[in-house]
């Protein structure tokens, strides 16, 4: 059970690149989101989606964009990457039917350190 | 919105210091409550919980108390050790299984021997 996955761990753009952020879990969890993380600012929600083919924005979600066409994967597209996008993203998912038992929580991946020049 | 409000650090106590790190919320209803920690690298886990007003959640040595009357959840531990050493987030998600998790700036604690 390899829990939440995200790729790559670190990754370094220049201005205006694009790229994708991947995220995948295999326990079945319905809900799934992306934070980015900074310092001073803590854990800020750019999307999130509550299942396959329903998305939604968070509090920063400018500069990206996500899909979820299946349950497991949930990726995150920087468009034209900008200096201001240089953060720690981490990906989260958690079971919605378990969302009023005692052993709700967020699972984590272990983040990705990107760097835009 | 929702939103979540922490004392800022960082904060640094010795070895066995009693611990109190404030955490207030906005939010209508009655959301779930958490405590978050992130260790040096990693990702972040779930430390405590409480779903309820007057809940307590507690896990390895901590707790914090949902409290409705003053919108807080202040976590707690009598006696910090070294290893405690981390960031701490706290963290609301509104009443709904649907609904978003908003977690508030962190707060970084220091143990020294």
């Known amino acids: 059970n390899a829990g939440v996955t995200q790729t790559p761990k670190f990754q370094v753009l220049k201005t205006g690149q694009s790229m994708t952020l991947q995220c995948a879990q295999d326990m079945n969890h319905e809900y799934m989101s992306w934070y980015r993380q900074d310092p001073g600012m803590g854990l800020r929600l750019i999307h999130y989606?509550?299942?396959?083919?329903?998305?939604d924005q968070g509090e920063v979600p400018n500069g990206y964009n996500v899909s979820r066409s299946t349950t497991e994967d949930f990726p995150l597209r920087l468009l034209s990457a900008a200096p201001s996008q240089t953060s720690v993203y981490f990906c989260?998912?958690?079971?919605?039917?378990?969302?009023?038992?005692?052993?709700?929580?967020?699972?984590f991946g272990s983040g990705t350190q990107l760097s835009v020049l | 919105g929702n939103s979540v409000t922490q004392m800022e650090g960082p904060v640094t106590l010795s070895e066995e210091a009693f611990l109190t790190i404030n955490c207030t919320y906005t939010a209508t209803g009655y959301p779930s409550l958490f405590w978050y920690v992130q260790y040096p690298g990693e990702g972040l886990q779930l430390l405590l919980k409480a779903t309820k007003a007057d809940d307590k959640g507690s896990n390895k040595g901590f707790e914090a108390t949902y409290r409705k009357e003053t919108t807080s959840f202040h976590l707690e531990k009598g006696s910090v050790q070294v290893s405690d050493s981390a960031v701490y987030f706290c963290?609301?998600?509104?009443?709904?299984?649907?609904?978003?998790?908003?977690f508030g700036t962190g707060t970084k604690l220091q143990v020294i021997p």
């Open positions: 989606s509550v299942g396959a083919g329903i998305t």
């Open positions: 963290a609301l998600r509104a009443s709904g299984g649907y609904q978003k998790v908003t």
């Open positions: 989260a998912s958690r079971n919605i039917q378990g969302a009023f038992a005692t052993n709700e929580k967020l699972f």
